[in-house]
């Protein structure tokens, strides 16, 4: 007898795939089959939510992949070294310069994977007739040539996993740019990681390094009113309920194209209606009382992140030696904004223009490009994860890369201080608690 599907195997947010609303746009199935396969690096990049770990996960399972997990201060050496720890290998690597890598490996030729490995690197006759010695461990240099990186590949190659880079936006400005290095060198051995991040435009790596350009395969996740209703709709399906289609027309536009606040908000509705599982008796979902509380959930539930944002934001401008009255009229151009410029992102010289309509003193276009080139660091620095706020060098925009955040200030309760005429902070924590954005 198959197992009840239950709310949650279709709507909601979980780590694993959730097959039972899946939608396959535009065949990015397909497409990301075909580039994994064609000797490219793969960039899966879009706003925060949007699916970019289930499209991964969808044709890489767990056992076909090595994460290296990304964290703020994550640099190239350690994006090495966790790739090879995942393998059961323990090493020693030091950046010699842009591209170049030296240090020594330790292989352990433990377990199957471990064993495996040696084998391909040619240290088999050496493991032969003693499989009771599983601690046997061979140490390898890495060389001292600009072909380095070669006993890297060599592993990676030997393992026949995809290195697959997760939280790619937590690396500082001037790591992802030697990433982009280290990554055009990788290729040149052979090995294409897949790399996923929070950020919301094309040709992030070929912009750092351009030589990397043709061959990066850029996946930018974004979603259509039409795809999100096709995710209620066969959700719906599963559940044996129907949804009208005014309903779904207000569950996409609360979602503003993000399918991970869609799949909250649908949830949300359901339990609502008492709707648990597949039902027998088909109700049929209609905008009312039931939908005005599964907003009020979903905002509440965001209530602890934005006090959060509040609190890190404030607290950190106060620690902020220079620049404080800038981060503090760029959070009140930002609240005050309309959901489609945030979408779309607000240009440099038009926020310029809102904050000095709203300053009491100009504020000059050299300090705001500054701290907007900073503003990544200054939410990393501040423990704010994800970030809500992106600048994008290229194009010169701020993006809400959080769509939460439009939800949470349309639905919520937010109260931004910024926002208050008598906010008047001071960098009173600096000599204390000095926050330095240029280490």
């Known amino acids: 007898m198959a197992d009840k599907t239950e709310l949650s195997d279709v709507f909601g947010i979980r780590p694993t795939v ?64 966790q790739a ?14 842009v591209g170049t890598y030296e240090g020594t490996m330790e292989f352990s030729g433990t377990g199957e994977l471990g064993v495996k490995i040696l084998t391909k690197l040619g240290f088999g006759a050496k493991l032969a007739g003693k499989a009771v010695r599983t ?138 209606e008492k709707i648990f599982g597949l039902r027998s008796d088909s109700p049929y979902l209609t905008p009312g009382d039931s939908l005005a509380r599964a907003r009020s959930a979903v905002a509440d539930s965001m209530q602890g992140r934005f006090d959060n944002f509040l609190d890190s934001f404030v607290r950190g401008m106060r620690r902020l030696g220079h620049g404080l009255e800038v981060y503090r009229y760029v959070l009140w151009a930002v609240s005050e904004a309309e ?28 300090d705001l490009t500054q701290a907007l080139q900073r503003i990544d660091r200054l939410q990393s620095k501040i423990n704010l994860k994800p970030g809500v706020l992106m600048y994008n060098r290229r194009t010169k925009r701020l993006f809400v890369v959080d769509k939460s955040f439009l939800f949470y200030r349309r639905y919520g309760r937010p109260d931004w201080p910024w926002l208050e005429s008598d906010f008047d902070p001071t960098n009173d924590l600096a000599a204390k608690e000095p926050l330095d954005l240029d280490s």
């Open 18 to 81: 959730n097959s039972r609303s899946y939608v396959d746009r535009g065949g990015l199935d397909e497409k990301l089959s075909y580039v994994l396969s064609a000797g490219r690096h793969v960039v899966i990049h879009g706003d925060s939510k949007q699916g970019k770990s289930w499209l991964r996960a969808k044709l890489l399972g767990t056992d076909d992949v090595i994460v290296v997990q990304c964290q703020p201060g994550t640099t190239t050496e350690q994006l090495l070294q």
């Open 84 to 97: 090879l720890g995942a393998l059961g290998i323990r090493s020693e690597i030091k950046q010699k310069s």
């Open 135 to 272: 601690n046997e461990v061979e140490s390898q240099p890495i060389g001292q040539t600009p072909a380095d990186l070669g006993w890297v590949a060599k592993v990676l190659h030997a393992a026949e996993k995809q290195l697959v880079i997760e939280d790619f936006h937590y690396v500082s400005e001037d790591n992802r740019r030697e990433a982009a290095y280290l990554f055009k060198a990788l290729g040149d051995l052979g090995v294409f990681p897949v790399v996923i991040g929070v950020w919301p435009t094309d040709h992030l790596l070929s912009y750092y390094n351009g030589d990397l350009e043709g061959r990066v395969e850029d996946i930018h996740l974004t979603w259509t009113d039409d795809e999100l209703n096709e995710v209620l709709r066969m959700g719906a399906k599963e559940l044996s309920i129907g949804m009208s289609a005014s309903l779904r027309r207000d569950l996409v536009s609360d979602a503003y194209n993000n399918v991970g606040l869609l799949q909250r908000l649908a949830e949300s509705v359901c339990r609502e």
């Open 339 to 366: 959901d489609a410029d945030l979408q779309d992102g607000l240009e440099q010289p038009e926020l310029l223009a809102r904050i000095n309509d709203a300053a009491p003193s100009p504020i000059r276009s050299a």
